[in-house]
C-alpha cells in the first residue's frame, strides 16, 4: 500500500515540477492553479505514505492544516526565513508570499487526491 502513495509522492512531484517549467504550454487556467493544487496533492500522498493505517478524515485534516499552515507563514517576513524562500527548494516548501485563492488550490487538491485515493482503493481490492 505504501508503495502506491510512494508512486503517487512522484508522480505529482514530476508532474508539479513540470507545470511550473512548462506553463506556457498549458491552458491558462491550469498554467496558474496546476501547481499548488499539485503540491496539495504531493502533501496528502505524503501523509497517507506516513499514516498509512489511518483513516481518510485523518489524512485530510492533517493535509489541510499543513498546506495552510505553509501558506499563513508566508506572512512572517523576517529576514531568515525569507533567505530560505529565495532559495529553489524553500521556495517549492514553503512558498513565496501568501496568496489567499492558494486555500482553495489546497481544498482542491487534497479533494482531488482523496478522490483519487478511494478510486485507487476501490480498484485494487477488487481484484
Not at 115 to 126: A, E, G
Amino acid at each position: 500500500m505504501r508503495i502506491g502513495y510512494l508512486i503517487g509522492i512522484i508522480l505529482t512531484i514530476l508532474f508539479g515540477l513540470s507545470s511550473r517549467k512548462f506553463s506556457q504550454l498549458l491552458p491558462v487556467f491550469l498554467a496558474e492553479n496546476a501547481g499548488d493544487v499539485l503540491w496539495a496533492m504531493m502533501v496528502y500522498f505524503g501523509f497517507r505514505f506516513l499514516l498509512v493505517r489511518k483513516s481518510f478524515p485523518t489524512a485530510i485534516t492533517l493535509s489541510l492544516l499543513f498546506s495552510y499552515g505553509i501558506e499563513f507563514s508566508q506572512l512572517y517576513q523576517a529576514i531568515w526565513i525569507n533567505h530560505l524562500r529565495s532559495t529553489l527548494l524553500g521556495s517549492l516548501i514553503l512558498g513565496k508570499g501568501f496568496l489567499a485563492v492558494d486555500l482553495f488550490r489546497y481544498a482542491a487538491g487534497i479533494i482531488f487526491a482523496t478522490i483519487l485515493d478511494q478510486m485507487m482503493l476501490m480498484y485494487t481490492h477488487r481484484k
